[in-house]
Every structure is written in C-alpha cells, then in structure tokens.
C-alpha cells in the first residue's frame, strides 16, 4: 500500500505582501523544507540500514554453511545466498541512500539556522522597521539550500563515467 505524499512545491505568494507578511511567507517555506528533509531523512536512514543489516545476516549465513561442506545441498545454498549477499550489497552504492540520508541531515540542519536566524530577526525588529533586503537575502540563502539539494542529488544519481 503506497502512502500519498504531499507535493514539496510551495504556494505561490500573494502579491504585495508586506516585510511581516513576507517573513512569514519564507518562514513558512523554510519549514516545509524541513518536513521534507526529515521525512526523506528517516527514509533513507531506514533503507541504508536495512540493505546493510540484509547483507550482514546473508553473508553471516553463507559462511556458517559453507563450514558444513560435507552436504552438497547446503553448499549450493551458500553459494546461492553468497550471490544474493553481492546483489544486495550492490543496491546501497546505486541507490546511495546512505549518501542521500547524510546529505538530508545536512539540509535539515541548514533550514533549522535559516529558520532560527529569520524568526530572530522578526522577532527582534518591529514590524515596519523589517527590512525587505534582509528577508530576500534569507529567501535567496533557502534558494541556494535547494540548489545544494538539487545538486548533490544529481552527483549521487550519474553514472561512474571512468570505467
């Protein structure tokens, strides 16, 4: 059964706001960053550490058997599983949900600040002394975290061209 996911995208922002109002709009964003982050975080998480624990136990198994060689059946079944430990294992490097985790973490971790310097600054600054410039520059520093996404996404996803 597939869970439906919400889409990632953010509304549009209504037209004219004001620095207030625009605060809010990029704080807004910054958290829906962040869900998606944690979410895509503890799915990544989950299957690098399951595909490791799969190849642990298969290899921990085919060795075990491979000991009781005097049984043609189990020697088959070892090298059997001794080949599903190789695909296994071969799943984690393609996929790169290790390398997909660790970089959500780092996201994460980069929207919380982002988060926590903007609140700051509203919280700080009275409404009409909020300076535009200051909520772009955190508006375009969120821009740039996507582009870090974005960019390491597509590293983890090329193909190995040096063979």
């Known amino acids: 059964?597939?869970?439906?996911?919400?889409?990632?995208?953010?509304?549009p922002p209504k037209p004219g706001l004001g620095p207030?109002?625009?605060?809010?709009?990029?704080?807004?964003?910054?958290?829906?960053?962040?869900?998606?982050?944690?979410?895509?975080?503890?799915r990544f998480r989950l299957r690098a550490t399951g595909i490791r624990l799969v190849a642990l136990i298969l290899s921990a198994t085919s060795t075990i058997i491979l000991g009781l060689?005097?049984?043609?059946?189990?020697?088959?079944?070892?090298?059997?599983?001794?080949?599903?430990?190789?695909?296994?294992?071969?799943?984690?490097?393609?996929?790169?949900?290790?390398?997909?985790?660790?970089?959500?973490?780092?996201?994460?971790?980069?929207?919380?600040?982002?988060?926590?310097?903007?609140?700051?600054?509203?919280a700080a600054t009275p409404p009409d002394e909020l300076d535009p410039a200051v909520i772009r520059e955190k508006f375009d520093e969120y821009q740039a975290i996507w582009d870090l996404v974005r960019q390491r996404w597509l590293e983890y996803r090329r193909t190995d061209d040096t063979d």
Not at 1 to 11: F, L
Not at 82 to 106: C, N, Y
């Open 1 to 11: 059964m597939k869970r439906s996911r919400k889409p990632i995208q953010s509304a």
């Open 69 to 122: 060689q005097n049984l043609d059946g189990w020697t088959g079944t070892a090298f059997a599983l001794v080949a599903i430990v190789t695909v296994v294992s071969a799943l984690e490097p393609f996929f790169a949900w290790r390398s997909l985790w660790v970089l959500m973490e780092e996201v994460q971790s980069r929207f919380y600040r982002l988060r926590d310097e903007l609140g700051y600054y509203v």
């Open 20 to 42: 207030l109002e625009l605060a809010q709009d990029v704080l807004a964003r910054i958290e829906m960053g962040n869900e998606y982050a944690r979410s895509r975080k503890s």
